[in-house]
Antibody, heavy 118, light 111 residues
Framework: QVQLQESGPGLVRPSETLSLTCTVS????????WHWIRQPPGKGLEWLGR???????DYNTSLKSRVTMSVDTSKNQFSLKVESMTAADTALYFC????????????WGRGTLVTVSS | QSVLTQPPSVSGAPGQGVTISCTGS?????????VHWYQHLPATAPKLLIY???NRPSGVPDRFSGSKSGTSAFLAITGLQADDEADYYC???????????FGGGTELTVL
């Protein structure tokens, strides 16, 4: 059974960098694409980017150069960093696995709420 | 503002059916990219309901079906049950944004 679990700080100060980790069980981190998605309070879902073990990354250009994704194969984890956080980055952050078609997302975590506030 | 447009809410009585629409444009659904649908209950992991326009992952009841026409896609749910109450999201790929894009979500209420 594939499971994903997000972890990280619930509170980030403005201008700081957010670091989140997604721990994967039931699947090898080396064999799939892995995505990050977020949902601001009361709003829809926003795709942040995806990565593959061999270093391939695709980021949402709306976040410009603030996003970085990486993988730790020894822990079967992948990570997200978002620089220069503002209140607009307050959201529920999800990790997910790229699925059957290459464009769907077949397994998701429950999400972790990140609030940006001083 | 979401790239794909969904109605904010739909409702239906137990046993009845509802259809949720998802409208895109020529750079996503209209460009031939498949539409996928997700069911999300609060504090749970979103669940893939339909992939590739009209395919159900193992374990998803055949009460859920998807279709696509032009720049729109549709999720049909028949035989509504109380535990179908959830938020439903459509998703596709947009080649002008080079990004995975979502609808704003539709809240289903079973009356």
């Amino acid at each position: 059974q594939v499971q994903l679990q997000e972890s990280g700080p619930g509170l980030v100060r403005p201008s700081e960098t957010l670091s989140l980790t997604c721990t994967v069980s039931g699947a090898s981190i080396s064999s799939y694409y892995w995505h990050w998605i977020r949902q601001p309070p009361g709003k829809g879902l926003e795709w942040l980017g995806r990565m593959f073990i061999r270093g391939t990354t695709d980021y949402n250009t709306s976040l410009k150069s603030r996003v970085t994704m990486s993988v730790d194969t020894s822990k079967n984890q992948f990570s997200l960093k978002v620089e220069s956080m503002t209140a607009a980055d307050t959201a529920l952050y999800f990790c997910a696995r790229g699925g059957y078609t290459g464009y769907d997302l077949d397994y998701w975590g429950r999400g972790t709420l990140v609030t940006v506030s001083s | 503002q979401s790239v794909l447009t969904q109605p904010p809410s739909v409702s239906g009585a137990p046993g009845q059916g509802v259809t949720i629409s998802c409208t895109g444009s020529s750079s996503n659904i209209g460009a031939g990219y498949a539409v996928h649908w997700y069911q999300h209950l609060p504090a749970t992991a979103p669940k893939l309901l339909i992939y590739g326009n009209n395919n159900r992952p193992s374990g998803v009841p055949d009460r859920f079906s998807g279709s696509k026409s032009g720049t729109s896609a549709f999720l049909a749910i028949t035989g509504l049950q109380a535990d179908d109450e959830a938020d439903y999201y459509c998703q596709s790929y947009d080649n002008s944004l080079s990004a995975w894009v979502f609808g704003g979500g539709t809240e289903l209420t079973v009356l």
